[in-house]
């Protein structure tokens, strides 16, 4: 074994979803074990310990998991389980951890940021039940990146990970495992295959693009072998390690090849997309597009139709910018509804303690307690299985829902890569003018509440300070802005609007016009436009 001194490297502190750095960053000496050596001494050591290892197989994916692997023989680990070639989608990787009762699992990945020697890499820690750890964890990591003083590797050939089976490094057992068969066997187990098998044989189509990442094997795997969608139903299915150039944000912008064939003459019934490491979904029908926070409403007033969920949910979360569309359905389904801070690693102890088996975000993140982590193809099978048993398509199911629920107009708009002083400025300046800002009447509507959103897990006791910033209006309209915790240049500022329609005649509205009053009171109150210099949002979802 080796002990290399090292000494502490700035910046190493775990944002939304682990640690996120430009790939060049995270190739500097020492700066990826410093951090590997982090997260082991973080939990408590490695010794005596298995883990799961995989990543979305991007640039530096590869070379990644041998210097894990190396250290993770050099800190004890007893065992480690690897998808094979490194690959591994985040829920598939979250299953393994639970599948095998591991005390967690290390996921390269920095999701829907774009790949590549000059883009993005990323690592991130999942505890024993398969989900982000949470915030004292991190903390604990980040502690140690700002003391470290020394990482243990061993020194080793490349293990050889192309070929599934055991293996040894330094004393430590490898177990290489086909990335796709244990996930698409829990898939199995949740939804009704032969009803949406029927449905395909019935010439139902489907366009799932994969956008060059992790989830064209998944896709190809469960959607083409297992279910019957057509051959190339799968688009850009063969990860690459630059993702094509593509950027692999399931959003209307970044899937726009996608948009435009479902917004087409030739049309498939159903069209999907998800992100760099599987975890998020973009669903769309013929010129429909289901915003996320819908979505998840839909799933949860539909979920019985599955199999896995005939018995009902537990009980739904949300993150907190999440619309409200979700919370209309619990209300009527009489089932509890929480909400957290924006990330994954908030639903965990909800989920783990019973209270939830159904989660979102707005962000194209939904997903169920069968893993711990939000779950791309997962969603996409849920809304086939119910397409399947409703019989209906996307418009009719989104027209009814609205029709039984109300629509809540929803859009999240994203400042990309502001300066970082500029941000924080219009954020403590937003922040101090709160209390004031009660009782004023802003583009004609009246600010009922305005607050800095601070979490109090229910399960833990835990808070968690300044989530994001809510001014909300009478009537239940609201903006909520907060600044991205997942971006490796600049700041990004994140507003999020939505505003409850719950007049029929109304339910046919651009989104955009529907928020306008909105988008100009935000605009009022922060002065984003004003501050950036910035004519509009760079995204708009
Ligand atoms: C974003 C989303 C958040 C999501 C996170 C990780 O975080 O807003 O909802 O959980 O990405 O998603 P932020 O801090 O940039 O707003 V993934 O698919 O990148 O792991
Ligand atoms: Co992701």
Redesign the pocket.
């Known amino acids: 074994m080796n002990t290399v001194a090292t000494t502490p490297i700035d910046g190493q502190k775990p944002?939304?979803?682990g640690l996120r750095k430009k790939t060049r960053v995270f190739m500097q000496p020492h700066f990826l074990e410093n951090f590997v050596q982090s997260i082991f001494d973080g939990i408590g050591g490695a010794r005596g310990k298995t883990f799961v290892l995989g990543g979305d197989g991007r640039f530096f994916n590869k070379r990644a998991a041998q210097v894990i692997l190396r250290m993770a023989a050099a800190n004890g680990a007893t065992h480690v389980i690897v998808g094979r070639d490194a690959l591994l989608s985040?829920p598939a990787a979250s299953h393994l951890i639970r599948l095998n009762k591991t005390d967690g699992g290390i996921i390269m990945?920095?999701?829907?940021?774009p790949g590549g020697e000059d883009e993005d890499f990323g690592v991130k820690f999942n505890m024993a039940n398969g989900g982000p750890a949470p915030e004292y964890v991190t903390n604990a990591m980040f502690e140690r990146t700002r003391t470290i003083q020394e990482y243990h590797i061993v020194e080793a050939q490349n293990v050889d990970l192309s070929t599934v089976g055991d293996t040894e490094l330094a004393g430590m057992k490898i177990t290489v495992v086909d990335p796709v068969a244990d996930y698409a066997a829990l898939m199995e187990t949740l939804f009704d295959f032969d009803a949406i098998r029927a449905m395909f044989a019935g010439g139902f189509r489907i366009q799932f693009d994969a956008m060059c990442a992790i989830t064209g094997p998944y896709g190809q795997e469960i959607l083409e072998n297992r279910l019957g969608a057509a051959p190339g139903s799968v688009v850009h299915g063969t990860p690459l390690p630059d993702f094509g150039g593509m950027h692999p944000d399931p959003n209307p912008t970044w899937a726009h090849e996608l948009m435009d064939t479902m917004n087409g003459p030739d049309a498939p019934d159903f069209g999907a997309a998800s992100?760099?490491?599987g975890?998020?979904n973009m669903v769309v029908g013929p010129n429909i597009y289901v915003s996320p926070s819908d979505s998840l409403a839909v799933l949860a007033a539909n979920a019985h139709l599955a199999k896995g969920y005939a018995a009902g949910l537990k009980g739904v979360a949300r993150?907190m910018?999440t619309s409200a569309a979700v919370d209309r359905v619990a209300e009527k389904m009489g089932l509890a509804c929480f909400e957290t801070p924006?990330?994954?690693k908030f639903f965990g102890n909800l989920m783990d303690d019973g209270r939830v088996s159904l989660c979102g975000?707005?962000?194209?993140?939904t997903g169920s307690d069968h893993v711990r982590e939000?779950d791309g193809l997962w969603a996409i099978l849920m809304w086939l299985n119910i397409l399947a048993k409703r019989q209906m398509s996307v418009a009719e199911i989104m027209r009814d829902h609205w029709q039984s629920y109300g629509r809540n107009y929803y859009s999240r708009h994203d400042y990309e890569a502001v300066d970082s002083d500029i941000a924080n400025t219009m954020m403590d300046d937003l922040r101090s003018k709160l209390d004031g800002l009660v009782g004023q009447t802003i583009q004609g509507h009246r600010v009922s509440e305005a607050d800095d959103y601070a979490y109090h897990d229910p399960v833990d006791g835990s808070v968690s300070a300044q989530q994001g910033i809510r001014v909300l209006f009478d009537g239940g309209a609201r903006f909520v802005i907060?600044?991205?915790?997942?971006?490796t240049s600049g700041a990004?500022i994140?507003l999020y609007l939505e505003s409850l329609e719950t007049d029929p005649a109304n339910f046919d509205q651009d989104p955009q016009d529907a928020l306008r009053w909105i988008i100009l009171a935000a605009e009022d109150i922060a002065g984003i436009r004003a501050r950036t210099g910035k004519s509009g949002p760079d995204v708009t979802t």
């Open positions: 944002g939304t979803s985040t990945s920095a999701s829907h940021n992100d760099g490491d975890d998020r993150s910018p924006t990330g994954w975000e707005e962000s194209f993140g939000k907060r600044l991205s915790g997942t971006g990004t994140r």
